[in-house]
């Protein structure tokens, strides 16, 4: 049984540039959810996707989007990159009101 | 807003000794509370987690309080090892499955052999 997959896992891109980050969930898992972890900080909630819609949002500009597709894996996508996008982009998945299982995440690097 | 705080932001244990870290989360609307242990360069792992219909919950060396009145919950680790250094979070959570999870700052444990 897969866990929850993400890729890349490392991504250096330059201030401007644009970024898609993909996520697959667990087996039997329908919910996506991401997070910024940038270093020496807790995960903060960028938003979650069910049945291919946004139904949450945390604090993050319109900057950050993303889209969940008929299989439930989720790609995150980043436009007009600024320096403090810099950290660990983690997602993950769930099903119903069970935990959420986190994935190994997508260090990003911005120049 | 939502907000989760996390204390101490650091601890160091003598191996065998118990380590207890404290949350506090300010939404009342919150009912499920999961803690995650993180080691350097890896996922947040999910360690256990606690409903707001229950007061306590253990799973061998640890163990979880909540506390709805005062809005806290608590980690307790007995017999800690050196594996348990880690940073752990605590989180906290609304009653639908599709609320958002909060997490706290974190708290760097160091377990001194």
């Known amino acids: 049984d897969a866990g929850v997959t993400q890729s890349p896992t490392h991504l250096i891109k330059t201030r401007g540039q644009q970024v898609t980050l993909r996520c697959s969930p667990k087996?039997?898992?329908?919910?996506v959810s991401w997070y910024q972890q940038a270093l020496g900080q807790g995960p903060q909630f960028i938003f979650q996707?069910?049945?291919?819609?946004?139904?949450q949002r945390g604090n993050f500009p319109d900057r950050f989007s993303g889209h969940q597709f008929p299989n439930y894996s989720s790609e995150l996508n980043v436009n007009a990159l600024l320096l403090g996008d810099s950290a660990l982009y983690l997602c993950?998945?769930?099903?119903?009101?069970?935990?959420?299982?986190f994935g190994p995440g997508t260090r990003l690097l911005v120049l | 807003g939502e907000n989760v705080e996390q204390h101490p932001s650091t601890l160091s244990v003598q191996e065998g000794d118990s380590a207890v870290i404290k949350c506090t989360y300010s939404?009342?609307?919150?009912?499920?509370f999961p803690w995650y242990k993180q080691e350097l360069g890896k996922r947040p792992q999910l360690i256990i987690d606690?409903?707001?219909?229950?007061g306590e919950k253990k799973d061998q060396r640890i163990a979880v309080t909540l506390n709805k009145t005062a809005k806290h919950f608590s980690l307790h680790i007995t017999e800690t090892q050196p594996e348990d250094s880690a940073v752990y979070f605590c989180?906290?959570?609304?009653?639908?499955?599709?609320?958002?999870?909060?997490f706290g700052p974190g708290t760097s444990l160091s377990v001194i052999p």
């Open positions: 993950a998945s769930s099903f119903l009101e069970g935990a959420q299982y």
């Open positions: 996707y069910y049945e291919e819609e946004e139904r």
């Open positions: 087996s039997g898992h329908d919910t």
């Open positions: 939404d009342s609307a919150s009912n499920y």
């Open positions: 606690i409903r707001s219909n229950v």
């Open positions: 989180a906290a959570s609304g009653k639908t499955s599709y609320d958002k999870v909060i």
